[in-house]
């Protein structure tokens, strides 16, 4: 099989994008997700998206993680498909794309390079210990701590996603150093069962958690700093519900190409 592929990043969250209205991407195993996601000899990337139609939508997202398995939400492939869809002339400046989490609304930027992508409501913050636990379209677990840039997150975050609690569905491991005016974010992603640059459904469990921690109300704005570059979330919080909650961030085309499986 022949694939025409785009690569794409969002603060270094990478993925593969591919054009699938023809559905002549076939999905029948992972084999070849898994194959074409791989760094050593494959393209290389966090995940694979297809963009397909959908009779009541602009586009539909299809998200697949590296490890070749179709994975809950994706915020920042969310973010990269809205700028393949503007690029592919899919979309315009806003649109309603349906993701397996539910309907997303997104706004892009004129040079198509930014995406503002809203995100489900939530009503649910559950604790494990001293950490938040959430599904902002994926689940998340948020620790705290200090000294984050030296923390050995893929032996810690490796180990909480295969403790007992969390071993079978398995969760992404969030860790958030709070350094006044932005919050350093870095995650072990279920899945790529690495660390990533970036996670987009992450950081927004991140700054649901923290203002949730810090008793604030009210429309609040988190400026985020992780690996891969800088994202905002911005979201309504009225002590009980998270509405209006948008990633905002970075993606862009990085090259495309031509690859046979
Ligand atoms: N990188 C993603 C999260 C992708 C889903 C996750 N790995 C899972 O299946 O749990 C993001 O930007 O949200």
Redesign the pocket.
Known sequence: MNIHFFKYQ?AG?DFILIDNRDLSFKYTDNNAVLQLCNRRFGIGA??LMLLQNHADYDFEML?F?SDGNL????????RCIVAFAKHLGVIDQETDFLAVDGPHYAKISEEGNWVDLQMIDIDTINKDGDAYVLN????HYVAEMQNLKDYDVYQNGKAIRNNETYKKE???VNFVEDKGDYLFVR?F????EDE?Y?????V?AVALSMAQHNHQIGHIETPIKVLGGDLKIQFDYDGKQFTNVFLCGPAEQVFEGEISI
Do not use: K, L, Q
């Open positions: 969002g969250n966090d995940g998200y993680n994975g809950s939400m994706c915020g920042n492939g969310g902002t379209g994926s689940p398995g969760i992404n995650t992603e279920r899945g790529v990533t970036a996670c987009g459904t992450g927004t």
